[in-house]
């Protein structure tokens, strides 16, 4: 790692090794790519799956592929023939960082376990993000999003709320979830190491994370022993808790404090009401009664439109926000004003529509650092980096160890 006074980005001078693929690792790795980190993404011949998720311009470029694979380098390395693992190994040897996704048994079988890992480089961090922990009858089961969702209850909280056919959430939430909390594990254990010099495994399962994810808000009774009373937050869980129909739209409002629903009341002209009805006394009582009070918000906000809503909300100081479908979203005034949104020019694929990192650094700014990479498309820069000739490099592309991007 570089000394602070060299540091454009806070990580610069870190060197990654991303063996990942699909959605959730590589979300993780364009992080701290975009934090400054030298992430080296290394695929299969075939390239990462993620790859041929359309739309797209071209083989391999698709749409949700480009939106989590910015600021990275791409390796060709054929990890079943003895070179391509040596090359791996040669990458390993002054990486700050190995971060993968398959399973540890694997990660063994093609030769990567941690201990011939920490052997070659023990200051290295090992970081697994992958389906179940290790000490468990799940030890060995693959995990997608979709399985982790319906393995911690939240298809059965839309069932428990209204009673619906039990439903995945319709964004790859575990994915990305289990991504934004491994971010943070890696930048501690890169704290540490840049402080001692020491490296360690770090394991990252995505059902126990989850898990702690969903029950932090859901454990309910269960947090006492014996248990006070049932599981679930009831206000999560009420079927009224959704975005309310106006007479012309919807309104999007959360009135939760104290001051919230005093101030509510006092818009409304009707604030003896307030003073006067037991389920509105305290956090306590409005969520014993929240279906209650829930359904009675949501008939009342029938009565005017959208925007009279909205304005308010915003004049009595109430948490409101319109209700956007995914078009609208792009149009956001203040998405637009912040600048979240930029058009650049990807050297093969054309005009493309990015996001910015949503934070701001008063004096080490995350940014992007390159396009999202063709398949292969630094196998070249990356050998001759590890100090292979142009002999060499030649005879690995022949024997199908390496690839150049077509």
Not at 132 to 159: C, E, N, R, T
Request: aromatic share 8%; net charge negative; proline share 8%.
């Amino acid at each position: 790692m570089t000394g602070e006074s060299a540091m454009n980005r806070p990580l610069d001078g870190v060197k990654v090794i991303d063996f990942t693929n699909m959605l959730m690792a590589p979300y993780a790795t364009q992080i701290l790519g975009d934090m400054g980190a030298d992430v080296i993404k290394v695929e299969a011949p075939e390239g990462d799956t993620v790859r041929g998720i359309g739309p797209l311009r071209n083989p391999g470029m698709g749409a949700i592929y480009l939106n989590i694979n910015r600021s990275k380098r791409s390796i060709v390395l054929n990890l079943k023939k003895p070179d391509g693992l040596a090359v791996m190994l040669d990458l390993i040897k002054d990486a700050d960082l190995l971060i993968y996704n398959r399973r540890p048994q694997v990660m063994e079988r093609l030769g990567l376990s941690y201990e011939t890992v920490k052997d070659i480089n023990p200051r290295i961090i090992y970081a697994g993000t992958y389906g179940y922990g290790q000490d468990g009858p799940y030890a060995k089961k693959p995990a997608f999003d979709d399985l982790i969702q319906g393995a911690v209850a939240i298809p059965m909280l839309s069932h428990m709320s209204d009673g619906r056919p039990p439903a995945y959430a319709p964004t790859a939430i575990v994915d990305r979830g289990v991504a934004l909390w491994a971010v943070g594990q890696i930048n501690a254990a890169l704290f540490y190491q840049s402080r001692t010099g020491k490296g360690q495994r770090i394991d990252m399962p995505m059902f126990e994370m989850m898990a702690s994810f969903v029950l932090g808000d859901h454990l309910g009774g269960q947090s006492f022993d014996p248990p006070l009373g049932p599981m679930g937050y009831p206000r999560l869980l009420s079927a009224d808790r959704r975005p309310y129909p106006t007479s012309d739209g919807y309104v999007c409002v959360l009135i939760y404090t104290d001051r919230h629903w005093r101030s509510f009341f006092k818009a409304l002209g009707r604030e003896d009401e307030l003073d006067t009805d037991p389920r509105f006394e305290s956090m306590t009582t409005r969520t014993e009664n929240i279906d209650a009070i829930y359904a009675e918000l949501a008939r009342l906000l029938t009565t005017r439109t959208t925007q009279e809503w909205l304005d308010f909300f915003d004049e009595a100081d109430i948490p409101a926000m319109p209700l956007h479908s995914l078009e609208t979203l792009l149009a956001d005034p203040h998405l637009e004003a912040t600048g979240f949104f930029k058009f650049t020019d990807h050297p093969s694929e054309g005009r493309l529509r990015e996001m910015a990192v949503p934070s701001t650094w008063s004096e080490t700014q995350p940014a992007p650092s390159r396009p999202p990479p063709r398949l292969g498309e630094h196998s070249v820069e990356i050998l001759q980096e590890l100090g292979y000739d142009a002999a060499r490099i030649d005879e690995l592309v022949a024997n199908a160890v390496t690839a150049k991007p077509r």
